[in-house]
């Protein structure tokens, strides 16, 4: 037999290195598939017999408003941009239905109301984004304030009227059939279908694509980048308004700031599943399991007592590391 010398050895390890950074580029499904699968086996050992159907039921339960708000930041980023009115939106929606539960033509008026205002929000992010050419970050963080805005307006006028959280609502966001399958499923499995299909299969979602990888030759090629970015923005408002229903009937509470600490894990779920923060790369399929992986990671620290402050550091770490090493991959590819 012959000796392996140390050429040999360095060059068998840089291609497992290489194979492995492929595997991060090209396929990230797979390492974040096995993530979660190690963080679950993590909760069973940590808290022996947790992880059984009512578990699996309420995870899913809880990371269904958290995976339509990352939907919108997957658009988003995709163009190179993001959306941080996204909670703004979904706590004005939620409110606005439940403060007409006791008006004429009860919550679904309010449904009507909230999503034309959350269209009005997206409209103006868009042509902020798209014609006046505002930077994604600060428009959105400027509308994100303007709302929240007119939402304590809203809620000063209507303060003597009382409300509540429909019953429906509570039906769509809180329960579920046979304990496992919650309700809410009827309404992200639709739009969950509808963004893969959008990204995957649609000339608008190339477009997308194209103005996230390279914008200037997108606009040379003939692409009307404004009214790209105008449409995604009304979508991704759109889309947190639904959100913001579904968390409405999964907390049972309608306040003006409900959303607004999901913003930070829908931009860490996005950034954990393969979605560039530089734009031109990432898929929604790969969202999805990062939302599951921070869903599991909240049940985790749960479980083991720590406080929402860790839980946030923690966020706010995965978004640099995961971030980091997608760039690193990406430049050297």
């Known amino acids: 037999m012959s000796a392996i010398g140390p050429a040999e050895i360095a060059r068998n390890s840089w291609l497992t290195m290489a194979a492995m950074r492929r595997v991060l580029r090209d396929r990230p499904m797979i390492p974040l598939l096995g993530l979660l699968g190690i963080l679950v086996v993590v909760i069973e050992l940590a808290r022996p017999g947790i992880v059984n159907t009512p578990w699996v039921g309420a995870m899913i339960r809880g990371a269904v408003p958290l995976a339509i708000l990352a939907g919108c930041q997957t658009l988003t980023m995709i163009t190179g941009g993001i959306d941080l009115s996204v909670g703004a939106v979904a706590s004005m929606s939620g409110f606005v239905v439940a403060t007409f539960v006791s008006s004429p033509g009860g919550w679904p008026v309010g449904l009507a109301v909230a999503l034309v205002a959350a269209i009005l929000a997206g409209f103006v992010t868009g042509v902020g984004v798209g014609v006046f050419r505002v930077h994604p970050l600060i428009m959105t963080l400027g509308m994100s304030f303007v709302v929240l805005g007119l939402s304590n307006v809203w809620q000063l006028i209507k303060v003597q009227a ?125 969202t999805i399991v990062g939302v599951l992986i921070l869903t599991v990671i909240t049940s985790l620290l749960s479980s083991l007592g720590y406080p929402e402050a860790v839980r946030q550091v923690l966020f706010g770490s995965i978004i640099v590391a995961v971030a980091a090493a997608y760039t690193r991959v990406t430049s050297e590819s």
């Open 162 to 286: 009382g409300g509540g959280v429909p019953r429906e609502l509570r039906w769509l966001g809180s329960a579920s059939f046979a304990e496992i399958v919650p309700n809410s499923l009827l309404v992200f499995v639709p739009l969950a279908v509808f963004i893969l299909l959008l990204l995957r299969r649609t000339g608008y979602g190339r477009l997308l694509f194209a103005i996230g990888d390279n914008p200037v030759a997108a606009r040379l090629s003939g692409t009307r980048a404004w009214q790209v970015l105008l449409v995604l923005y009304v979508l991704s408002a759109v889309l947190a308004a639904i959100a913001g229903f579904v968390l409405t009937g999964l907390t049972n509470v309608a306040s003006v700031t409900l959303g607004d600490s999901a913003v930070l894990p829908s931009v860490a779920a996005a950034v954990i599943g393969g979605t560039s923060i530089l734009g031109g790369r990432g898929g929604y399929a790969g």
